[in-house]
């Protein structure tokens, strides 16, 4: 299966630790974008990245979130010392970069923090 | 600001009715409008991309068309089935280079047998 892929699918965290979400994009992808679905609400723009670059931020919250996508291996989406407010769907998408081609989602991960 | 609303939040129909979902957004320098279907816990499934050149686009039961003057997008679905019972989205990406989609809400489709 050559799509999307994300993991963990469910993942849980005590109120100040780190969460860690990771997303391997299709193949031949190089572009990757994270999205947040909060409850009862539509998905919002986080971040946008190429190898090695960050491209537009402008959704990010910006403090205690990063992410990154390093030459090799996953895209990583990282939220330090989470708070209730962050339990989320975090879906992660591909592109091949053109204008034209649309966006491949994962499954996501949803955080719970307790 | 870009805002994208869709109508009906939700929507019960019976099987093998043909039904329309709505998307308007506001801004209507959108490089193009994606629709995607979304089943409960599961990820986003694209299944028509329309570019702002074009009208209409259609796969299987599926037409969608876009009037991008008047900012506004239709989903139909032809003889709905049970199996098409889940959240369609739309989503449009504005002109500018920025490849960011903005979404809206959904609709919650149920199609019943």
């Known amino acids: 299966n050559a799509g999307v892929m994300q993991n963990p699918r469910h993942l849980v965290r005590r109120r100040g630790q780190e969460a860690r979400l990771r997303c391997s994009p299709m193949k031949g992808h190089s572009h990757v974008y994270w999205y947040r679905q909060l409850p009862e609400e539509g998905l919002k723009f986080m971040v946008y990245?190429?190898?090695?670059?960050?491209?537009?931020e402008s959704g990010m919250p910006k403090e205690r979130f990063s992410a990154e996508f390093p030459k090799e291996g996953p895209s990583i989406l990282r939220i330090q010392q989470v708070v209730r407010g962050d339990s989320a769907a975090y879906f992660c998408a591909s592109s091949q970069g053109q204008g034209h081609s649309p966006l491949h989602f994962g499954n996501g991960t949803r955080l719970t923090v307790t | 600001k870009q805002e994208v609303t869709q109508i009906p939040a939700a929507l019960s129909v019976p099987e093998g009715e043909n039904l329309v979902l709505n998307c308007s957004f506001t801004?209507?320098?959108?490089?193009?409008l994606q629709w995607f279907r979304q089943d409960p816990g599961k990820g986003l499934t694209s299944l028509l991309l329309i570019q702002s050149s074009q009208r209409e686009q259609t796969s299987g039961r599926l037409n969608a068309s876009l009037d991008k003057s008047s900012g506004r997008s239709t989903l139909y679905i032809a003889a709905s089935q049970p199996g098409d019972s889940a959240t369609y989205l739309c989503?449009?990406?504005?002109?500018?280079?920025?490849?960011?989609?903005?979404f809206g809400k959904g609709t919650k489709l149920t199609v019943n047998p």
């Open positions: 989503a449009v990406r504005p002109q500018g280079g920025s490849e960011k989609l903005v």
């Open positions: 990245l190429q190898k090695e670059n960050i491209i537009d």
């Open positions: 801004d209507s320098a959108i490089y193009n």
